[in-house]
């Protein structure tokens, strides 16, 4: 069984900093991507970053210099380091890895609520 534990949400005022968090634990292995996608009230959810086991990443264009994801391999972590956050960035942050083979597994976080004050 797997678990994808996510922390770090919370509520900061617009230009303040987050730190996303998800860990995933046991039987997992082969770890390919790992992103961030977030869902705001009565829209679609999008993908925010993700970072592949190579280290490549991709970001959504509002995001573009704000927003920095990063994993630690040996701890099956991904980060999403938030900065210069704005009010349109509230919502509810979801972690994904995809993993075994050409990643055919997708996992999902708990989701973590991002509330941006103006």
């Known amino acids: 069984q797997v678990q994808v534990v996510e922390s770090g949400g919370g509520l900061v005022q617009a230009g303040g900093s987050l730190r996303l968090s998800c860990a995933a634990s046991?039987?997992?292995?082969?770890?390919?991507?790992m992103g961030w996608f977030r869902q705001a009230p009565g829209k679609q959810r999008e993908l925010v970053a993700r970072?592949?086991?190579?280290?490549?990443?991709d970001y959504e264009d509002s995001v573009k210099g704000r927003f920095t994801i990063s994993r630690d391999n040996a701890k099956n972590t991904v980060y999403l380091q938030m900065n210069s956050l704005k009010p349109e960035d509230t919502a509810v942050y979801y972690c994904?890895?995809?993993?075994?083979?050409?990643?055919?597994?997708?996992?999902w976080g708990q989701g973590s609520q991002v509330t941006v004050s103006s």
């Open positions: 994904n890895i995809r993993a075994g083979p050409a990643g055919v597994y997708d996992y």
């Open positions: 046991g039987s997992i292995f082969s770890i390919k991507t």
């Open positions: 970072i592949t086991s190579g280290g490549s990443t």
